[in-house]
């Protein structure tokens, strides 16, 4: 197959839905470039104000949402804009507009986030040093993988509000964590977790389960797709 004469519209729709398309058409590229182009800005930004940060995470992640004026003082700005994500870089994805943060998110330093799908993290998560979200996959058929010529596909991860990453985690395709869980440093979390859990190892099993101090019914759920400006 050529893949520089596929059907783009239909390859991007089979990346979205989980089956195999080609990573590799000119378009896909392209997008993958420009993402590159927008986390180096982020990564290269240095000591930046609370504003320019979300402007340059808005980049990376294709976020068109207007931000609220600016405030009289840098205090008052910071109040404004504390829903959005927290980046500490550097931060690396192949694309960029497929990973949804809720609000008020922080992401240590040295995440990798490859958005094949959909990558979604609940509110007040909070994302510990070198954590890695894979919605990648390839065929185990070596013949079909065949290299960068050959399919991939991807799985969607869903991640609840109130998590808590140790470093060095690694969440795999398809899986999905549920509110208030807490993933121990150097977890490899392979299958679904549920709500209010403690899991580690490699691969993540629950360790044990956490009281919360407001019974789980009386907190209301958060959207990770959201309007920060409202």
């Known amino acids: 197959?050529?893949?520089?004469?596929?059907?783009?519209?239909?390859?991007?729709?089979?990346?979205?839905?989980?089956?195999?398309?080609?990573?590799?058409?000119?378009?896909?590229?392209?997008?993958?470039?420009?993402?590159?182009?927008?986390?180096?800005?982020?990564?290269?930004?240095?000591?930046?104000?609370?504003?320019?940060?979300?402007?340059?995470?808005?980049?990376?992640?294709?976020?068109?949402?207007?931000?609220?004026?600016?405030?009289?003082?840098?205090?008052?700005?910071?109040?404004l804009l504390q829903d959005w994500p927290w980046i500490d870089s550097p931060i690396r994805m192949d694309y960029g507009r497929n990973v949804k943060l809720g609000r008020n998110v922080y992401v240590n330093v040295n995440s990798t986030w490859i958005d094949t799908c959909l990558i979604s993290i609940g509110s007040r998560t909070l994302i510990g040093p070198n954590c890695s979200f894979f919605s990648g996959t390839h065929p185990l058929d070596p013949t079909l993988r065949n290299g960068t010529q050959g399919p991939e596909s991807g799985k969607p991860i869903t991640i609840g509000d109130d998590c808590w990453f140790g470093g060095n985690c690694i969440v795999l395709p398809g899986v999905t964590i549920g509110r208030g869980v807490t993933v121990g440093a150097g977890s490899v979390v392979t299958k679904d977790v549920p709500d209010h859990v403690v899991v580690a190892g490699n691969p993540a099993r629950v360790i044990k389960k956490v009281e919360v101090s407001v019974p789980a019914e009386t907190i209301p759920a958060t959207s990770t797709n959201i309007n920060y400006a409202s």
């Open 1 to 79: 197959m050529d893949i520089r004469t596929i059907d783009r519209e239909e390859n991007r729709r089979r990346m979205a839905n989980g089956e195999l398309y080609y990573a590799f058409s000119p378009d896909l590229i392209a997008d993958r470039q420009r993402c590159r182009k927008a986390y180096r800005r982020l990564n290269a930004a240095g000591d930046v104000s609370r504003r320019e940060l979300v402007e340059l995470w808005k980049d990376l992640n294709c976020d068109e949402t207007p931000l609220p004026p600016q405030a009289m003082s840098q205090e008052e700005d910071d109040m």
